[in-house]
């Protein structure tokens, strides 16, 4: 007898169980629910990780499975290379190369970088370029070394950034070596009384030892050797002065940093005469014939320092000639000096205002 209402029970479990399951069939199918979101709700658990009984750590998903695999439109719209990967944003050089200008704001982090510089090297490559040239911001740092790793080498550094290269093909790397040489000048201001502008600095190899030299500096990037001369005794004597020639000038190499070094001796003229020397670099500045700084001992024992000095009594005996200045355009319309010798230059100069 039990027997019996326990099967009667258990039958009519079922019974309820089944009506249950038929009542929430019809509301599913009878909501606004279309059969995209319900084979989507029912299948999603097919890409979740498994996790095993001991609670350990989620395997890796099966090969391809949730993977974002893009179109062509998609990659051309979003820039992206295989597997959508992201890849950088470069401009094309007129060498066949590409430079890549990392100006994102936010931190950059090592393995994305990583990740998209290795794409973006692939993309480049399938495309033929040559030479990648990345400019790093100091704020980047951090991705120093997953360029080099990548195989990008130093090129050259600015305060604000540095620049890595990277030679794509297997030939013969022709990317261009970092700037080899420092401008210097030197200037020769000479009065009307053949008296001679010269210093006496507080460091650098003349230090302390008594010699009066003319005053001398480093041009600065982006400016004219003219301009720098006229500049430089300004900072270290207070003299104003105006562009003569260029009466000569000498190379030298494994100079500052191991650069090769090129040095301008400029005539300048004055417009002023008062001294005032810069306290910070000059430690002296006075007129000076130019007789008594030639016959300085230094000056004659150093066969570069005599001839300079030859040079300038020639030009003011008037058997030298220089290089003058004009004022010049190039093929990209940039205002550019030219230096040729004077001894035309007034002809050339005429010629040039006629056909203006």
Same mark, same amino acid.
């Given at each position: 007898? !039990?027997r019996k209402r326990?099967?009667?029970?258990? !039958?009519l +479990?079922?019974l ?7 009542i929430? *069939? ?10 995209n979101?319900?084979?989507c709700f029912f299948?999603?658990a097919?890409?979740?990780? /498994?996790?095993?009984?001991?609670g350990?750590? /989620? ?8 993977v974002?695999i893009p179109?062509a ?6 820039k992206m290379?295989e597997? =959508?990967?992201?890849?950088l944003?470069?401009?094309?050089d007129k %060498?066949?190369?590409v430079v890549?200008?990392?100006? &994102?704001?936010d ?5 994305n970088f990583?990740s998209?510089?290795q794409?973006?090297?692939?993309? @480049? ?8 040239w990345?400019k790093l911001?100091?704020?980047?740092s951090?991705?120093v070394?997953?360029?080099?790793k990548?195989g990008?080498r130093?090129h %050259?550094a600015?305060p604000d950034?540095?620049m890595l &290269?990277y030679?794509? /093909?297997?030939s ?10 420092r401008?210097?000048?030197?200037a *020769?201001v000479i009065n ?5 502008l010269?210093?006496q600095?507080?460091?650098g190899?003349?230090? =302390?030892?008594?010699? @009066?030299?003319m005053?001398? =500096?480093?041009?600065n990037?982006g400016?004219d050797i ?6 430089? &005794?300004k900072?270290? $004597?207070?003299i104003?002065?105006?562009? +003569?020639e260029?009466l000569?000038f000498?190379q030298?190499?494994?100079? *500052?940093f191991?650069?090769s070094?090129?040095f301008? &001796? ?5 417009l002023?005469f008062d001294i005032h020397s810069?306290a910070?670099e000059? +430690?002296?500045?006075? @007129?000076m014939?130019?007789?008594e ?6 000056v004659?024992e150093?066969?570069l320092?005599? *001839?300079?000095?030859?040079?300038c ?9 220089g290089f003058s200045?004009?004022l $010049? ?13 004077? %001894?035309?230059?007034?002809?050339l +100069?005429?010629?040039k205002n006629q056909?203006a």
């Open positions: 007898m !039990k326990h099967s009667l029970m258990m !039958k +479990v079922a309820l169980i089944l009506w249950l399951v038929v929430h *069939f019809d509301a599913l199918s009878s909501s606004s629910v279309n059969k979101q319900l084979q299948t999603a097919s890409f979740l990780p /498994p996790r095993n009984l001991l350990s750590e /989620p395997q890796p998903p099966a090969a391809g499975a949730g974002f179109t439109k998609e990659k051309k719209k979003k290379g597997g =959508g990967i992201e890849l944003k470069a401009e094309e %060498h066949g190369g890549v200008n990392v100006e &994102v704001e931190p950059i982090e090592p393995l990583s998209w510089l794409a973006s090297i692939s993309n @480049w490559s399938q495309q033929g370029k040559k030479g990648v990345i911001p100091i704020k980047h951090n991705l070394d997953t360029a080099v990548a990008f130093y %050259h600015e950034h540095l &290269v030679w794509i /093909p297997h013969p790397d022709t990317i261009p070596q970092n700037a080899s040489h401008v210097g000048i030197g *020769f009307n009384n053949r008296e001679m010269v210093v600095e507080t460091d190899r003349f230090k =302390g030892t008594g010699i @009066w030299k005053p001398t =500096g480093t041009v990037e400016e003219c301009a720098a001369a006229i500049r430089e &005794v900072e270290e $004597t207070g104003e002065t105006e562009f +003569v260029i000569a000498r030298s190499h494994k100079s *500052f191991q650069k070094d090129m301008f &001796v400029s005539m300048l003229r004055p002023s810069q910070s000059i +430690v002296a500045s006075k @007129w014939s130019i007789e700084y030639a016959a300085q001992s230094f004659q150093h066969d320092f005599r *001839f300079i000095a030859e040079i009594l020639s030009k003011l005996d008037g058997k030298y000639t200045n004009l $010049t355009t190039t093929s990209s319309g940039k205002n550019t000096y030219l230096y040729f010798n004077g %001894h035309d230059a007034s002809n +100069v005429d010629s056909q």
